[in-house]
């Protein structure tokens, strides 16, 4: 067997996205047997050395840091993965890239529009590759979905819609600031549902349907103030606890988002549905590997909603699986992007999307959803031609 070339990997932050990473990385050479590359787990870093080497000894990480500065510093670290907050990616990338490491950060790509435009600035300045971890353009219902609307299969598209509906912080005494509820504080997260929840909306939404080119946005704060974790004081909350917007796409389609972390009864229900002259689609994350068609162009007496089961081989991602008709999970889509990446650097032509530049598009949605709630007013995105 050829010898693999090694990407050894450091990885920040060991919560839910250290480990869905960490699965990544463990399973791509079982599942992806074909790559060139493959990932060496070389260093973990979080702020705790006990917690951080009860994950390495976990998840396979041959050595630990608990300051990410020194981790950047090291000479056997090829790639750095960033999974800790939102507050901390641009620091973080910007050094990293300095440093000329790969860069693979976790979504958003930052908290406002300016930040993220330094990241990349800094990374085209060093020309290290990257990726964000818009993970849900991978899996394989919603990754044929795209595949779909762009065999032109659904004629000219209407309406684009979609959801990201929780009920985690109905609770007035859900805290904000510090482990576990830094989502809370807009210093740590930079916006509530509109960069945690829309931002993946947004992304699977250009990336299917193109540039969101205007933006009209109600956004909403119910609890107004919350216990502080970091100052013990009961402070002002700054996040957007729900918000909705409607926008034009570029194609002349109109576009309808809701989010919201207030509706009891739902824990994730990312869900959307495209409308097309002669056809429609819908997903939703619930049931993740079927994919609802609608096809008019069917004879009139069986026409109606089928629903793909998205597990043959012939479907993407589905031949480095298990036979037809047995499903995959959320944890995959993950793998996929570890995956991708790494073909992104042995084919060399096309870098892995979205990459620090891709990503920014979704932050000039964001920003502007954000500045219309708070002006009441329509908004210009600035987003025009094709998303990678
Ligand atoms: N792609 C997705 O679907 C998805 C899902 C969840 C979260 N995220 C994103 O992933 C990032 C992390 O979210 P999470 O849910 O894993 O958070 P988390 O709170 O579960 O974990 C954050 C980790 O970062 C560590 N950390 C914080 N500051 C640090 C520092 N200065 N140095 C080293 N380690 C530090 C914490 O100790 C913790 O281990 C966020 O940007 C979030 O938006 C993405």
Same mark, same amino acid.
């Given at each position: 067997?050829?010898?693999?070339?090694?990407?050894?990997?450091?990885?920040?932050?060991?919560?839910?996205?250290?480990?869905?990473?960490?699965?990544?990385?463990?399973?791509?050479?079982?599942?992806?047997?074909?790559?060139?590359?493959?990932?060496?787990?070389?260093?973990?870093?979080?702020?705790?050395?006990?917690?951080?080497?009860?994950?390495?000894?976990?998840?396979?990480?041959?050595? =630990?840091? @608990?300051?990410?500065?020194?981790?950047? &510093?090291?000479? +056997?670290?090829? /790639? !750095?993965?960033?999974?800790?907050?939102?507050?901390?990616?641009?620091?973080?990338?910007?050094?990293?890239?300095?440093?000329?490491?790969?860069?693979?950060?976790?979504?958003?790509?930052?908290?406002?529009?300016?930040?993220?435009?330094?990241?990349?600035?800094?990374?085209?300045?060093?020309?290290?590759?990257?990726?964000?971890?818009?993970?849900?353009?991978?899996?394989?219902?919603?990754?044929?979905?795209?595949?779909?609307?762009?065999?032109?299969?659904?004629?000219?598209?209407?309406?684009?819609?979609?959801?990201?509906?929780?009920?985690?912080?109905?609770?007035?005494?859900?805290?904000?600031?510090?482990?576990?509820?830094?989502?809370?504080?807009?210093?740590?997260?930079?916006?509530?549902?509109?960069?945690?929840?829309?931002?993946?909306? =947004?992304? @699977?939404?250009?990336?299917?349907?193109? &540039?969101?080119? +205007?933006?009209? /946005? !109600?956004?909403?704060?119910?609890?107004?103030?919350?216990?502080?974790?970091?100052?013990?004081?009961?402070?002002?909350?700054?996040?957007?606890?729900?918000?909705?917007?409607?926008?034009?796409?570029?194609?002349?389609?109109?576009?309808?988002?809701?989010?919201?972390?207030?509706?009891?009864?739902?824990?994730?229900?990312?869900?959307?549905?495209?409308?097309?002259?002669?056809?429609?689609?819908?997903?939703?994350?619930?049931?993740?590997?079927?994919?609802?068609?609608?096809?008019?162009?069917?004879?009139?007496?069986?026409?109606?909603?089928?629903?793909?089961?998205?597990?043959?081989?012939?479907?993407?991602?589905?031949?480095?699986?298990?036979?037809?008709?047995?499903?995959?999970?959320?944890?995959?889509?993950?793998?996929?992007?570890?995956?991708?990446?790494?073909?992104?650097?042995?084919?060399?032509?096309?870098?892995?999307?979205?990459?620090?530049?891709?990503?920014?598009?979704?932050?000039?949605?964001?920003?502007?959803?954000?500045?219309?709630?708070?002006?009441?007013?329509?908004?210009?995105?600035?987003?025009?031609?094709?998303?990678?």
């Amino acid at each position: 067997m050829a010898t693999k070339k090694e990407i050894r990997i450091g990885l920040i932050g060991t919560g839910f996205m250290g480990r869905t990473h960490s699965n990544g990385y463990n399973r791509v050479p079982n599942f992806f047997p074909d790559l060139e590359y493959t990932p060496v787990l070389k260093a973990v870093c979080s702020r705790n050395a006990e917690k951080v080497k009860a994950f390495a000894d976990q998840w396979g990480y041959e050595s =630990i840091e @608990t300051d990410w500065k020194v981790l950047i &510093a090291r000479d +056997d670290i090829d /790639a !750095v993965d960033i999974c800790t907050p939102n507050d901390t990616h641009a620091e973080i990338a910007i050094a990293a890239a300095a440093a000329g490491k790969m860069i693979l950060c976790e979504k958003p790509l930052s908290r406002t529009l300016a930040e993220g435009q330094q990241m990349v600035d800094a990374v085209e300045k060093a020309g290290v590759n990257t990726t964000v971890w818009y993970n849900y353009r991978r899996i394989p219902a919603v990754t044929l979905a795209k595949q779909i609307v762009d065999s032109g299969k659904l004629g000219k598209i209407f309406h684009y819609r979609a959801n990201f509906l929780q009920d985690w912080t109905i609770s007035a005494d859900v805290p904000q600031g510090g482990t576990g509820t830094w989502r809370m504080d807009v210093e740590a997260a930079g916006s509530g549902v509109t960069g945690d929840l829309l931002a993946h909306c =947004i992304d @699977t939404a250009m990336w299917i349907n193109g &540039a969101i080119v +205007d933006v009209s /946005a !109600v956004t909403e704060t119910f609890v107004k103030e919350r216990m502080h974790q970091l100052t013990g004081k009961v402070e002002p909350v700054g996040i957007d606890d729900a918000c909705i917007f409607h926008c034009h796409f570029e194609n002349g389609s109109l576009g309808l988002f809701e989010s919201t972390r207030y509706a009891r009864g739902h824990k994730a229900l990312y869900t959307f549905e495209i409308n097309g002259e002669n056809a429609s689609i819908r997903w939703d994350l619930h049931d993740l590997n079927r994919l609802e068609y609608f096809d008019y162009a069917d004879e009139s007496i069986v026409r109606g909603w089928r629903s793909i089961h998205v597990t043959d081989g012939d479907q993407p991602y589905m031949d480095k699986w298990w036979v037809p008709g047995l499903g995959i999970g959320y944890e995959h889509s993950f793998i996929h992007q570890v995956a991708d990446f790494f073909k992104s650097l042995e084919m060399g032509e096309k870098p892995c999307a979205p990459t620090f530049k891709d990503a920014l598009e979704t932050q000039k949605v964001c920003e502007a959803v954000l500045d219309s709630a708070a002006s009441r007013s329509w908004k210009d995105t600035g987003v025009a031609g094709k998303i990678n």
